[in-house]
Structures are given as C-alpha cells and as structure tokens.
C-alpha cells in the first residue's frame, strides 16, 4: 500500500478524505494534526479515535506552537503586521507552518502522497499546494474535495452509506482558534453589511473594572507580564486569557483573497493585536525615523507575502533579517489600561527611549542650537521648494 500523509482536523472535509482515501484509493493513510495553539489533549485524544475509526493507518499529533512562534508570529510581532490595517493574520501564518511540518513528515514517514481537505474556493489549497510542491515536488498531492467537488451533502451521504454516523450538523459560526487569534464566519461575513453578534465570539466579556497591566520587551521579544517573566509562547498564551476576558481584539477584516475575490472574516485577537500596538509605541521610542519607515514598508510586503502563501520565497528570509536586526534596541516596559471591548496604551519606560536624550524638549526648549542655528536651518531646508516654486511659477 502506498503512504499518504493526510492534513487532518477532524472537520467533515478531512474525514471524508480519511475514509475515501483508504477505502476507496487503497492508501496507508497517516492523518496527521499539527496544533497552532488551537486543540488541548482531550481534543486531540478524540481526533485520533476518529481518524483511526475512519480508516486511518495511524494518527500523529504535531505540537507546532513554538515552532510558529519562532518561524512566523515573532516576525509579524517585529513587524507590527496586520494586513488591511486590521488582521493580525492569525489563520493564514498558521496554515504555512501547519504546511511545513505536514511536508517535512510526509518525508520522514516516506509517503509518496500527501492530502488535504481543502475545496476549490479558498486560500488554503493555495498555501498548502505552494509549499508541498517547492519542497517535495515528488510527492504527488490529492485533493478529493476540491478534485470530485463535492458538496456537503454528497460528503454526508457517502459517510452514512460506510457506516460513519457521526452527527455533521453544520454549526452556526466556524471557529477556528491558534496561538495568534481565532476567526470566527457565519451567515454574516457572506455578506458585506451585517455585524457578527456578540454571542458569535468564543471569548465572553466577563471583566468590566479597568484593569492596568504591564508588558516586558527585550530585543523586541514579548518576555513577561507585571514582572514576572517567561518564554514569549507562555506569555502570549496568558495576555490572551487576561484580555479576550475584556471582549478586546474583535473585528471583521475584508481583503483580497489570493483566488482574486473579497473575502470577509470575522477575528478576536486580543493578545495579537494588544501586543502588536505595544510593540509599535516601544519601538516609536526606540528607532530612528528612518529605521521606522523602512520597517513599515518591509513588513507590508512580509505580510502580503505570508498571506499568499509565498513564505518560501527569499525575500522572506532577507527580510527578517532586517526585522531582527531592527530590534536590538527595541527594550523596555509598556503600560496598557484594559476596559471593556478596548484597551488604551498609556506610555512607556525604556534605556533606550529616544525621548530621554538631553537635546531639548519637543515644543518647549532646546539645548543644542540657537536661533540663529534654526534660522539658518530653516532657510536651507526650504531652498528647494523655493527654486521649484521659482522655476514653475506661471503667473
């Protein structure tokens, strides 16, 4: 029997695939799980007795949480990343490493197939097929959904003639949770008009006193909470229990998907994007205009990049290069104020906060030039508008 490695969630999609592929393909089929942050031991103890109820060979449970953090979420943290000025990327950075380690196991267990559950109408066929094919273009993929394009109801009908009466109950919302937030469709994101309700978002407001609280960074690395200190893992993980329990971090994005359409979303990520405005102020403190201005057109593009599935490409590594060496000086405390459904960024404390120079005092008083020095200044400084001005004035 040939091995094929199986994308597996335990979704309606991927446990049609496990079935049709081993019953009616005749594969060895490995389903494999590779957690972002999204599933606790009971969920994947229950994929597992599934997947192997499906006709799945085996099952694998791949902890890729740090793995994502140290290969994608520490850059978009870096790069204050949120694409449309909105999205922290929090599905989509997931599928590129979930895709990574899917491949690199197709490898080691030496499958000659690998699968995933994906249709025809999203972006997810396009990351998971980018990656698979640049790293083993050997390894030939197969997409049942996408490939018979199947409906629901055809699934459901084929699973119930094998004898597979799980219940497939669509739910009302789709959740789907990580390390770096969770989005949430329903009816309403189809559409372009309507807000998700408040019931919609798995986090419920259950704190409304104010609450201040203090974020660690060192070399732009988020390594603690109030003084107490840890790995940046550990730490996003706990800043996400404190704020979604402040309804923070919920919105709708809308952007374009890679197929060509609009696409709309709905997301909480409290801690994403709370620790994305901090890292922001500090670094506002911390680097030169010049190194901000270039950060900010790097990063849109390493987004974009990311989104489209392109994190193979070189330009990526290039980047992140620049990413990391921009933060050797981003260090420091960030005092944040959290409040129902919002959150305010009250200052910062840093050695290396721009701001403590002894120059002057924005407005107020300088201590490093005079008048006459900022005369002159001024006047060199507008010389080449004056000749443009002098050169083009048609009057």
Not at 17 to 31: D, I, P, Q, T, W
Not at 265 to 273: L, N, Q, T, Y
Request: hydrophobic share 40%.
């Amino acid at each position: 029997m040939k091995k094929l490695v199986l994308a597996y969630s335990g979704g309606l999609d991927t446990s049609y695939c496990a079935k049709y592929l081993s019953a009616e393909m005749g594969f060895e089929v490995h389903a494999v799980t590779v957690n972002t942050g999204g599933f606790d031991p009971v969920d994947l103890h229950e994929m597992e007795e599934k997947a192997i109820a499906l006709g799945a060979h085996a099952f694998k449970a791949i902890d890729g949480v740090e793995i994502f953090y140290q290969k994608v979420v520490k850059y978009l943290i870096f790069g204050n990343i949120l694409k449309n000025n909105t999205y922290p990327l929090s599905v989509s950075a997931e599928r590129i490493v979930q895709a990574l380690e899917l491949i690199s196991y197709a490898k080691e267990v030496g499958a000659s197939h690998i699968a995933h559950g994906s249709t025809g109408a999203g972006n997810d066929q396009v990351r998971f097929d980018l990656i698979f094919s640049v790293l083993a273009p050997e390894i030939e993929i197969i997409t049942p959904i996408r490939d018979l394009q199947l409906s629901r109801e055809q699934e459901i009908a084929y699973l119930n003639a094998q004898g597979i009466s799980y219940s497939w109950e669509k739910a009302k919302y789709s959740i789907n949770k990580g390390l770096w937030g969770t989005s949430v469709g329903g009816v309403e994101t189809l559409g372009s008009k309507e807000p998700l309700p408040e019931t919609a978002y798995p986090s419920a407001l259950l704190e409304k006193e104010k609450k201040t609280i203090e974020l660690h960074f060192e070399k732009g690395e988020f390594i603690g909470i109030d003084g107490v200190y840890g790995g940046p893992v550990s730490q996003i993980q706990k800043l996400e229990k404190i704020a979604s329990a402040y309804a923070i971090g919920r919105d709708i994005h809308v952007g374009d998907t890679i197929i060509g359409i609009k696409g709309r979303v709905g997301f909480e990520a409290a801690a994403a994007i709370i620790l994305i405005k901090a890292h922001s102020l500090l670094e506002k403190h911390c680097l030169s205009k010049w190194q901000l201005h270039q950060k900010d057109s790097l990063a849109s593009m390493y987004g974009m990049l990311l989104h489209e599935g392109q994190y193979l490409d070189p330009v990526l590594r290039n980047t992140e290069a620049f990413l990391t060496d921009s933060q050797k000086t981003v260090n420091g405390t960030v005092y944040i104020s959290l409040h129902p459904y919002r959150f305010t960024l009250d200052g910062i404390t840093s050695e290396n906060d721009l701001m403590g120079a002894g120059f002057g005092t924005y407005g107020e008083e300088n201590k490093a030039w005079s008048a006459q020095d900022a005369k002159g200044f001024i006047k060199i400084l507008s010389n080449a508008g004056r000749i443009y001005k002098q050169v083009n004035d048609f009057k």
